[in-house]
T-cell receptor, first 116, second 113 residues
Framework: AQTVTQSQPEMSVQEAETVTLSCTYD???????LFWYKQPPSRQMILVIR??????QNATENRFSVNFQKAAKSFSLKISDSQLGDTAMYFC?????????????FGKGTKLSVKP | DSGVTQTPKHLITATGQRVTLRCSPR?????VYWYQQSLDQGLQFLIQ???????AKGNILERFSAQQFPDLHSELNLSSLELGDSALYFC????????????FGQGTRLTVV
């Protein structure tokens, strides 16, 4: 069974600085996707970024980028130029591409606070 | 706005009761997923439907059931409710059965008293 681990329950960062959230996962599959979701106080789950396991290039979306290390089964999220609106819970998630079901497996989350 | 609509947003009910949560997926999406988010268990997958058929089951209790209708909306039925069922219930939808990203509704906050 796949598992996702986020070892940092809480983090804080000053506005305009850079922060990195960690995620590791365990799987025996070769084809899969990894995601970061953001859950602000409004509780909406918002997709931040996705990474296909077969792609060596790290995904980037504006101020958000990932460091995907397939051999190490590591998938960290870097947020550059942090903004107050980035304050939220961040969830790392795994999806097995080759299986029969398309559900996500989530980590426990990291609560990020951006301070002015 | 993700395009996924969940009703109601909040629900308060007593132990032993039964409730129905409703989800309308994004236009064109065939898969619907239900997730439960609680403080102690985190975000857990309950069940997936694809084009009206049950596709996969996760940690769904026997007291819970779901279905997807011909118009692709889905309902999650929770019966014999217990205090521990208090949680945020999310619906998500995706275009296909596997391999596509899911978009989440705003959730239904269920409080069992």
């Amino acid at each position: 069974a796949q598992t996702v681990t986020q070892s940092q329950p809480e983090m804080s960062v000053q506005e305009a600085e850079t922060v990195t959230l960690s995620c590791t996962y365990d799987t025996s599959e070769n084809n899969y996707y990894l995601f970061w979701y953001k859950q602000p106080p409004s509780r909406q789950m918002i997709l931040v970024i996705r990474q296909e396991a077969y792609k060596q290039q790290n995904a980037t979306e504006n101020r958000f980028s990932v460091n995907f290390q397939k051999a190490a089964k590591s998938f960290s999220l870097k947020i550059s130029d942090s903004q107050l609106g980035d304050t939220a819970m961040y969830f790392c998630a795994f999806m097995n591409y080759g299986g029969s079901q398309g559900n996500l497996i989530f980590g426990k989350g990291t609560k990020l606070s951006v301070k002015p | 706005d993700s395009g996924v609509t969940q009703t109601p947003k909040h629900l308060i009910t007593a132990t032993g009761q039964r409730v129905t949560l409703r989800c309308s997926p994004r236009s064109g999406d065939l898969s619907v997923y239900w997730y439960q988010q609680s403080l102690d268990q985190g975000l857990q997958f309950l069940i997936q439907y694809y084009n009206g058929e049950e596709r996969a089951k996760g940690n769904i209790l026997e007291r819970f059931s779901a279905q997807q209708f011909p118009d692709l909306h889905s309902e999650l039925n929770l019966s014999s409710l217990e205090l521990g069922d208090s949680a945020l219930y999310f619906c998500a939808s995706s275009a296909r059965a596997i391999g596509t990203e899911a978009f989440f509704g705003q959730g239904t906050r269920l409080t069992v008293v």
